[in-house]
């Protein structure tokens, strides 16, 4: 009964935190960090209550891979505490959930921002580029320019990695991902394209630990490079995190507006009167392009499969992947992948690659629309509340609106108004 009276008191301190107009969103993790060295609470408890019971869990999966004894299982898309008397009171579960607080301040300093650094509306970077990969890179399909996958076999074959965290298609239905530690590049070229459903790349970071696979880079979209970071640097320092922090190498991050549910690939299936198993790929630029096993290319309203956007992608507020050493996109020039470089380590790999003539690029500037709708997509969704001052899932329900992309659609943050007003002036 103390224990649960004491999770009833961190979870009051830190709603009345949420309700104060004056804290630091910074300042929220002190609702838990406080009891770490007077041993802790039973954190999963809160992250039940706070996060994943009112449907604010975007899966990430960071509870889950930082757990130092397993008490999580990860069902669909989100943690279930299925050992729960394991909790051993570490708070590591929560104070890696980037729905529950901001990053830290000085994730720049430790994620070694490149110098000099610019903010054009996409997150910080060194410079950009737009990259498609050359006839002397391997043979593989990979979507738009190929970067990705192209960066990956060639730090594997340098060995500068052991192993990536990617996501491979689930056999028989091409558009679903499972996660998967990639340790050849035959693994590497068969996770190549990307899926427009949600894959849980980052659970896979349990198995990397456990087998020792070191060093290690990851691919993962923005709420997923996210908790990587707050694993990797969190003030409560355990072995787990500490293990992140020393051997993971490279972040790359997808740029990401929202995912969408199975029952969305279903629907474009029986639209085609094919089965989900026929469609080859889906990419999206403006609208659905469907590629088929048969060769066809279908389009399909962008608008139209909205519906079947994940709701859970309403509590992300980064396109770009602000925090990744890489960030890469689909916008731009057909055929090439808009690469942000962010970190010396992002720069490092990239210049790496780039001697060895395995790619081609076309300067940033080249393309200022694609530079400029960029900035444009990565606004709208920081242009919204925190998450964990944001409607629970029952309450949007009650709204009748579940969708990410329009959810906030003119709503202004406060204190901005102004600069919003002078920006139109």
């Known amino acids: 009964m103390e224990l649960d009276n004491l999770t009833d008191e ?27 060295n007077r041993g802790g609470f039973k954190a999963v408890d809160m ?8 449907g604010k869990c975007v899966g990430c999966a960071a509870c889950l891979t930082i757990c130092p004894v397993d008490v999580f299982d990860y069902v669909e898309e989100k943690p ?13 579960c929560v104070d890696v959930c980037p729905v529950l ?11 070694k921002l490149k110098e000099p650094i610019q903010d054009l509306g996409f997150g910080p970077f060194n410079y950009g580029c737009f990259v498609r990969v050359t006839e002397k890179a391997p043979k593989f399909v990979g979507q738009d320019g190929g970067l990705c996958s192209a960066l990956l076999i060639h730090m594997l074959n340098e060995g500068d990695i052991e192993g990536a965290i990617i996501g491979t298609e689930v056999s028989g239905n091409p558009q679903m991902g499972t996660a998967n530690i990639a340790t050849t590049e035959e693994e590497i070229i068969a996770g190549a394209r990307s899926r427009y459903t949600y894959q849980p790349n980052t659970v896979a970071l349990v198995e990397a630990m456990k087998s020792d696979i070191k060093p290690i880079a990851v691919v993962g979209v923005p709420c997923q490079v996210d908790g990587v970071r707050q694993q990797q640097f969190s003030s409560i320092r355990l072995d787990v995190a500490k293990w992140y922090q020393e051997n993971i190498k490279l972040v790359i991050g997808l740029f990401c507006s929202e995912s969408f549910t199975e029952d969305g690939i279903q629907s474009l299936a029986d639209d085609l009167e094919v089965t989900k198993a026929e469609i080859k790929n889906i990419n999206i ?40 050493d890489i960030g890469l996109g689909g916008i731009g020039p057909d055929g090439y992948t808009f690469t942000v470089i962010r970190t010396e380590a992002g720069h490092e790999a990239y210049q790496s690659i780039l001697k060895t003539g395995w790619i081609e690029e076309i300067p940033m500037d080249d393309e200022p629309k694609a530079r400029d709708l960029l900035a444009r997509l990565s606004k709208y969704k920081r242009n919204r509340p925190l998450p964990a001052l944001m409607p629970t ?32 002036s």
């Open 47 to 54: 992250l039940m209550r706070e996060v994943v019971t009112p």
């Open 80 to 92: 279930v505490d299925t050992r729960h008397d394991a909790c051993v009171f570490c708070e590591l």
């Open 393 to 424: 899932l029952e309450e949007r329900i009650e709204i009748g609106n579940l969708d990410p992309k329009n959810f906030y659609k003119g709503w202004v943050k406060p204190g901005t108004e102004n600069q919003d007003q002078e920006a139109s």
């Open 10 to 36: 961190v979870h009051a301190r830190y709603q009345k935190l949420l309700r104060d107009e004056n804290s630091d969103p910074n300042e929220w993790a002190y609702a838990w960090r406080s009891e770490y």
């Open 101 to 111: 607080r901001p990053v830290d301040k000085d994730l720049p300093e430790q994620i």
């Open 285 to 324: 630029k403006g609208k659905v392009v469907i590629q088929l096993d048969d060769g066809r290319e279908e389009n399909k309203s962008l608008k139209a499969f909205g519906k079947y956007a994940r709701p859970a992608c309403l509590y992300c507020m980064d396109y770009a992947a602000d925090n990744a």
